[in-house]
C-alpha cells in the first residue's frame, strides 16, 4: 500500500471512531476497541456501505458503526457480552447473504452488524458425518456450499429452499421452504441440534434433549433469541438425477385438488417435489422463472386457454439414479395417469440433481447480466388456507393483479403435521395450506405496473384484501409496522415468544431491524452486575 492509500485508509477510520464515540461514548468505544476476537473488526466505509442494504433495496441504507467479521462462536459471543454489560447497549445483528426484503439485518447507525458469510471469514469448514447422516455447518454457511461438501459423500439436506445462495443461519430463523417441504417439512423440521449465541453473549448448545425450548424457539423465531453459530443438519442419500416436468391448467379448483393429492402421497411412489406457479401475464410464461421451455417453442396462453384468462402450472420432480432410468419412466407414467392437466400441455426435462436444486442461481446470472437483479424487490409472501384458497384466487389472481405482473408467482400446498409446533414459526390453523409468493421486480424505467409505488399499492390491496374477507392469511418473511400486528401474527404463540425474549434477549440487543419489540431503549435497561457478567 502506498503512502497516499495509507493516509486516505487512516483518515477513514478516524472519522469512523469519531463517529463511534459520538454514538456510543469514549468508554464504549474503548471497550469495543479492546474486545479480544481471533477474527477482526472493520470501520471502513465500503465494508460499512456492503452490509447497509438487502435485496429488497425498499429501505433507505443505514450504514452501521462496525462490522465484525468472527472467525468462530466465541468471537460473537464476545462482541455481544460487550453490548449486554455496557451502560448503553449496541444493537447487534447477524448477517448471511443479505437477502432479506425489508432491512431485517439492518442495526441502524448505532449497531454492530456480524458478516456471519464463511466465504468472508474464517470460519469452520462443513463436517459431514456420514455414519449418522449429518452434516454440522457454520450458520454463515451458504447452503450451496453445504450441498457442494455432502454430495462429496453422496449424501444431501432432506429440505431446501429454491435459491441456494442463502445461509443456513438465515433460513433457519424463518423456516425454509421449497417443494420437498410436504414430505421432508422445511428446514427446522431437519435439525438435530444447535449452537447459539443468546442476547446475553452465552453459547449454548440445544437440542431435543438439552436446552429444548431455546432450540425450538430459535427456529423460526427471525434471530430473536440467538445467533445460530452452528446447526447439525440432518441428511439423506443423494439422487443423481431428476425428472422435471410441468403442465398447464385453465381450472383452478383442479389445479389445486391435483396439488392437494400430490401432497398426500408419502410412500415410495410419489413426486418428490410440488410446487406450481400462476400466469396471469403471457410473457411470464417464458420469463426467467420459465426458462425450462425451449425459448425456440415459446408456450402461448392462446394454444392452451380458450378464453386468454388465468392459468395455472404445476411443476413437480421425480429423483432416481443412473442406475433406475429404466424404471423411471413407468413410476412417472403411474403418477401422471392420476393428474387432469392440459393433456398438450406436458413439458419434460432430465438433468443432474445438483443443477435442478442450483436452478434459481442460473437465472440470477441472466438478470445479472441484464442489469436487472439489484433492483427493488416488494415481495410479499403468504401462508393462504386451504380452505380459503378458492377465495384468494378470485379475489388477487383473477382480481387484484389484473393480467400484468412483475415477476413469478408461486402457488403450492404443504402438510400442516410436517411442522413442529414447538418452533417460533406461524402457519395457519389447517392441516393442509398454501404459500403464495409474489416474487416482484420494480423497474424504475419500465411500465406503470412494474414501477415500485404501484407494486407496494398492490401488496397492500391484497392485505387488506384478506382482512377484509377475512381470509386468514400468515406472512412469510413476515414484515410488520406495529407490534400490535406482531402478536396478531404470533397469535397463540406471542406470549411464548415474549416471554422468550426476555430471558434470551433482555436488553432487546438482537436482530432490531425486525422492528418486533418496537422502540426499545436499549439504554433504560440496567445492564447486568459485573459478576453477573462473563468475559
Known amino acids: 500500500m502506498n503512502r497516499e492509500m495509507t493516509s486516505s485508509f487512516l483518515l477513514m477510520t478516524f472519522f469512523a471512531i469519531c463517529t463511534l464515540i459520538i454514538a456510543v461514548g469514549p468508554s464504549e468505544l474503548l471497550r469495543i476497541g479492546t474486545i479480544n476476537v481471533d477474527g477482526h473488526f472493520t470501520f471502513h466505509p465500503s465494508d460499512l456501505a456492503s452490509v447497509s442494504s438487502d435485496f429488497g433495496m425498499l429501505k433507505s441504507p443505514e450504514e452501521p458503526l462496525a462490522v465484525l467479521h468472527p472467525s468462530s462462536a466465541e468471537d460473537v459471543a464476545r462482541l455481544v457480552r460487550t453490548a449486554y454489560g455496557s451502560a448503553t447497549a449496541f444493537p447487534i445483528s447477524a448477517r448471511g447473504h443479505g437477502h432479506s426484503i425489508n432491512g431485517q439485518a439492518a442495526t441502524g447507525r448505532n449497531g454492530v452488524v456480524v458478516e456471519m458469510n464463511h466465504r468472508k471469514t474464517g470460519t469452520p469448514e462443513p463436517l459431514v458425518r456420514p455414519e449418522e447422516m449429518y452434516v454440522d455447518v457454520w450458520g454463515g454457511e451458504l447452503w450451496v456450499d453445504v450441498l457442494k461438501k455432502t454430495l462429496e459423500y453422496g449424501l444431501a439436506p432432506k429440505s431446501w429452499t429454491d435459491y441456494l445462495y442463502l445461509s443456513v443461519g438465515g433460513t433457519l430463523s424463518n423456516a425454509g421452504i421449497s417443494g420437498q417441504a410436504f414430505h421432508h417439512g422445511p428446514q427446522i423440521s431437519n435439525v438435530l441440534e444447535l449452537d447459539v449465541v443468546t442476547g446475553k453473549g452465552e453459547v449454548m448448545r440445544c437440542s431435543e434433549e438439552q436446552n429444548t425450548r431455546l432450540f425450538h424457539g430459535v427456529l423460526g423465531g427471525l434471530g430473536q433469541f440467538g445467533i445460530i453459530t452452528r446447526a447439525r443438519i440432518s441428511l439423506e442419500p443423494a439422487p443423481q438425477r431428476v425428472r422435471w ?31 406450481g406457479f400462476v400466469i396471469v401475464d403471457e410473457g411470464l410464461v417464458n420469463n426467467w422463472r420459465s426458462s425450462f421451455f425451449s425459448p425456440r417453442n415459446p408456450v402461448k ?19 432416481y439414479h443412473d442406475s433406475d432410468s429404466d424404471t423411471v419412466d413407468q413410476e412417472v407414467e403411474i403418477l401422471m395417469k392420476k393428474l387432469n392437466f392440459i393433456p398438450t400441455s406436458v413439458f ?21 447480466s441484464k442489469n436487472l437483479w439489484e433492483v427493488p424487490h416488494p415481495w410479499l409472501n403468504l401462508f ?17 393483479l389484473g393480467n400484468k405482473t ?14 413442529d409446533e414447538r418452533s417460533s414459526a406461524v402457519t395457519p390453523d389447517e392441516e393442509v395450506f398454501y404459500l403464495v409468493a409474489l416474487l416482484r421486480s420494480a423497474l424504475s424505467d419500465g411500465e406503470e405496473t412494474q414501477k415500485l409505488e404501484y407494486l407496494k399499492n398492490q401488496n397492500r390491496r391484497i ?11 400468515k406472512q412469510y418473511l413476515p414484515h410488520h409496522a406495529t407490534q400490535e400486528e406482531w402478536v396478531a401474527h404470533f397469535g397463540d404463540k406471542w406470549e411464548r415468544f415474549r416471554s422468550m425474549k426476555a430471558e434470551f434477549d433482555p436488553r432487546h440487543i438482537l436482530a432490531t431491524g425486525q422492528r418486533i419489540f418496537h422502540n426499545p431503549s436499549l439504554s433504560l435497561i440496567p445492564p447486568p452486575s459485573s459478576s453477573s457478567a462473563s468475559w
Not at 392485505?463 to 392469511?473: N, P, Q, R, Y
Open 406 to 419: 412483475s415477476g413469478p408467482i408461486l402457488i403450492y400446498p404443504m402438510n400442516n403435521d410436517k411442522w
Open 463 to 473: 392485505l387488506e384484501f384478506c382482512d377484509k374477507a377475512k381470509i386468514s392469511v
Open 348 to 368: 419434460t426435462t432430465d438433468l443432474q440433481y445438483v443443477d435442478f436444486l442450483d436452478r434459481v442461481h442460473k437465472a440470477e446470472l441472466k438478470l445479472r
Open 301 to 319: 396462453i392462446s394454444s392452451v386457454s380458450s378464453n386468454g384468462s388465468v392459468l395455472y402450472c404445476l411443476e413437480i420432480t421425480k429423483n
Open 384 to 400: 393462504v388456507p386451504k380452505s380459503r384458497i378458492s377465495d384468494f384466487d378470485k379475489g388477487v389472481f383473477k382480481g387484484i
Open 245 to 275: 416436468i410441468r403442465v398447464l391448467y385453465s381450472s383452478f379448483k383442479v389445479f389445486t385438488e391435483d396439488q392437494e393429492y400430490l401432497i398426500s402421497m408419502h410412500g415410495q411412489l410419489k413426486f418428490d417435489y410440488v410446487e
